[in-house]
Nanobody, 124 residues
């Protein structure tokens, strides 16, 4: 049973930083990628960043390039999203997800397992 548990969300002022964590368990297959998505109020869920679990290039949405960094700690089975220079438009529930395969894709339909989400609120 795959489980993903996000943490690290909260309230921060514009320009501030947060680091989200996603602890994964039950990942027994050999090739998969991890992604972060977000869903703001009244908006559709959108791709934020992704990383292959066993190495390879990271991928970011244009809206977060240069501000967010995705990384992983294989020993801890944890993926992180470091978010700097936060803006009010970054306010959303952030989800981590896992898909089978070695390529990062932005299509949420490609991801098989999801965490419960963590709220990030950026005040102006």
């Amino acid at each position: 049973q795959v489980q993903l548990v996000e943490s690290g969300g909260g309230l921060v002022q514009a320009g501030g930083s947060l680091r989200l964590s996603c602890a994964a368990s039950g990942l027994t297959f050999s090739s998969y990628t991890m992604g972060w998505f977000r869903q703001g109020p009244g908006k559709e869920r959108e791709f934020v960043a992704g990383i292959p679990w066993r190495g390879g290039s990271t991928t970011y949405a244009d809206s977060v390039k240069g501000r967010f960094t995705i990384s992983r700690d294989n020993a801890k089975n944890t993926v992180y999203l470091q978010m700097n220079s936060l803006k009010p438009e970054d306010t959303a529930v952030y989800y981590c997800a896992v898909r089978f395969g070695v390529s990062v894709v932005a299509d949420s339909q490609s991801y098989a397992y999801w965490g419960q989400g963590t709220q990030v609120t950026v005040s102006s």
